[in-house]
């Protein structure tokens, strides 16, 4: 190891901040002067598109806390690569007293930290990791007996009677001890194997008086009624201690939405076989169809719905698709065509800027009523109704669909209540033996994060 100065390295994740972030502000309270590192992991950009545009972003994003580490006399040190490799290197040339982070709860980020933890373990380097992400994690928010809670109604209200204003409070930090060191080259895009996409960025500001009309104004894709932060809690530029501070102040039932992100991260924490299985294990025997053409048609936006069409477009040109539009869009997927929730879970995962794991699981398993809590398996939205309702001038339909109302437009793939008794036939053939209504309690949680807890 290098007899140079001790240091204490904070890893740069899902926190791309230097205010009000818990890890960071530990580590700057350690003692030892703060190395600030950040890692384009290879394994999670190997599995992704050169055309995707979150890269894009999340460069953008490196350089913002860079500019503001320069102003500090220091800068991020940026590398690409598997990130228990980058460490393995970093031991060899840097005398690292401690290794800061704040907690990921994505499978794949479990795996990860273990690896790294033991790997810093073999050196007698500690790894201290903090909730930040999330107001409340893990075990916080439980039922009576101690088992997590598989209904959201229930959750809110136990998530809501365990706030305490102590929870929004905001971290101060002391940024004078930051490692002082020179500027160093930020991989270029072609590096790091991608191609610069020109798809604007989700803006960070929050609006209060869009808050304040959320209720009123979130289920209308034509007018601007929805914050667009989503990207930004995913990637960390703001603190959500900060956003529900203000939710709770401005808008309950946009805090209501900002407690359903937290719901699904329990979910996926307690129940991690969601990612690759139905949260309800009886609608694995669901009978789907497989039709690449269908599937293709559903990702074009050429359905001839013209709801879902719009969505989909939406979706393809900007990364972003409104609320309630989704909902649309994937009931379609799941009821209509009876395609498989997972291909649309997966494109979803492709496509959308404000891509999480726990919530677009989540949201797709409610929607083909696999989930928890989910929407009954009968009930398959109308989207010519939902369009009606939701957009009753057209507005966003016209806006994303230029050729609606010629000829050009496609006439529907599927009639809408020949489709609802389709699937509805397929669900009770394969839940007639469904043994209960719950899956069953799969706790399984590494042991790497219960000790970090």
């Not at 890692?39 to 992704?48: E, G, Q, V």
């Not at 933890?117 to 992400?133: I, M, N, R, S």
């Not at 929050?206 to 930004?232: E, W």
Request: net charge neutral.
């Amino acid at each position: 190891m290098s007899a140079s100065k001790p240091v204490t390295i904070f890893w740069f994740r899902r926190d791309l901040r230097l205010e009000d972030n818990v890890g960071l502000a530990a580590a700057l309270g350690h003692g030892a002067s703060v190395h600030p590192l950040f890692i384009f992991d290879s394994d999670i950009l190997a599995k992704l598109d050169e055309n995707d545009a979150r890269i894009t972003f999340i460069r953008e994003l490196v350089k913002e806390v860079d500019t503001q580490l320069r102003e500090n006399g220091s800068s991020l040190d940026v590398h690409m690569g598997r990130p228990v490799e980058i460490f393995a290197k970093l031991l060899k040339t840097l005398n690292i007293e401690a290794v800061y982070t704040n907690h990921d709860y994505e499978p794949y980020a479990l795996r990860r930290d273990e690896e790294i933890d033991l790997l810093l373990e073999e050196h007698g380097v500690p790894f201290h990791t903090y909730k930040d992400q999330v107001v409340f994690e893990k075990d916080e928010v439980l039922k009576l007996d101690n088992t997590p809670y598989s209904v959201f109604s229930a959750y809110k209200k136990k998530w809501l009677d365990t706030l305490d204003p102590r929870d929004l409070s905001s971290v101060k930090a002391d940024f004078t001890n930051f490692v002082k060191r020179k500027t160093n080259m930020i991989p270029s895009l072609e590096q790091l194997g991608f191609r610069e996409q020109a798809i604007p960025s989700p803006s960070p500001s929050v609006d209060l008086r869009l808050i304040r009309k959320y209720d009123q104004t979130r289920d209308f894709p034509a007018v601007a009624g929805t914050t667009h932060l989503g990207a930004h809690l995913r990637f960390g530029t703001i603190s959500v201690r900060h956003l529900a501070k203000i939710a709770q102040k401005e808008n309950a039932t946009w805090l209501g939405e900002l407690i359903w992100r937290e719901f699904f991260s329990q979910i996926l924490f307690h129940y991690p076989h969601v990612v690759n299985h139905p949260f309800r294990p009886e609608y694995a025997k669901i009978e789907w169809r497989h039709s690449a053409q269908d599937l293709a048609r559903w990702k074009e936006g050429t359905t001839g719905y013209p709801l879902v069409d719009a969505g989909m477009r939406e979706l393809n040109e900007t990364g972003f698709m409104h609320n309630r539009v989704r909902m649309v869009t994937a009931s379609f997927l799941v009821k209509h065509l009876l395609i498989n929730w997972q291909d649309g879970e997966h494109y979803f995962a492709r496509c959308l800027f404000d891509f999480e794991l726990a919530s677009n699981n989540g949201n797709w398993q409610w929607v083909a009523g696999s989930g928890c809590d989910a929407a009954p398996y009968f009930r398959v939205f109308n989207p010519t109704l939902q369009a009606k309702r939701f957009d009753p001038k057209q507005e966003y339909i016209r806006k994303w669909i230029p050729e609606f109302g010629t000829s050009k437009y496609p006439e529907p793939m599927v009639e809408h209540e020949e489709a609802r008794e389709r699937v509805i036939q397929v669900y009770k053939q394969a839940l007639k033996s469904r043994r209960g209504p719950e899956a069953p309690l799969t706790t399984r949680s590494l042991s790497f994060i219960r000790k970090k807890s």
